[in-house]
C-alpha cells in the first residue's frame, strides 16, 4: 500500500469555481489529478488548459510521477482570459 501524503491544493479562476474552494487540504497516494477530479468532477473540463505548479515550481500534467511531500502547496491555475 503506497501511504498517504497530505498537500495543500490552491484553486485560482475557473478552477475555484468548478471546487467551490480556493483551497483544501487534500490526503493523496499516488495520482493527485485523478484524486482531485474524482472530489471535483467539473475540473475535468480545465485539465487540458491549466497550468500546475508544485511549491511554486511549475510542472507539465501528465502522466508522469511526482514526488510530493507533506505540506506541499500545489496550485491549479487554469487559463485566464483578458474579456
Same mark, same amino acid.
Given at each position: ?15 475555484? %469555481?468548478?471546487?467551490? !474552494? ?7 497516494? @499516488? #495520482?493527485?489529478?485523478? /484524486? &482531485?477530479?474524482? $472530489?471535483?468532477? %467539473?475540473?475535468?473540463? !480545465? ?7 508544485? @511549491? #511554486?515550481?511549475?510542472? /507539465? &500534467?501528465?502522466? $508522469? ?19
Amino acid at each position: 500500500m503506497v501511504p498517504r501524503c497530505q498537500v495543500e491544493v490552491l484553486y485560482f479562476a475557473k478552477s475555484a %469555481e468548478f471546487t467551490g !474552494v480556493c483551497s483544501e487540504t487534500v490526503s493523496v497516494a @499516488s #495520482q493527485l489529478w485523478k /484524486e &482531485l477530479e474524482t $472530489q471535483h468532477p %467539473e475540473l475535468a473540463d !480545465v485539465r487540458n488548459q491549466i497550468i500546475f505548479a508544485v @511549491s #511554486q515550481e511549475y510542472v /507539465e &500534467l501528465g502522466d $508522469q510521477q511526482l514526488l510530493l511531500q507533506p505540506g506541499d502547496k500545489i496550485t491549479i491555475i487554469p487559463p485566464i482570459s483578458g474579456e
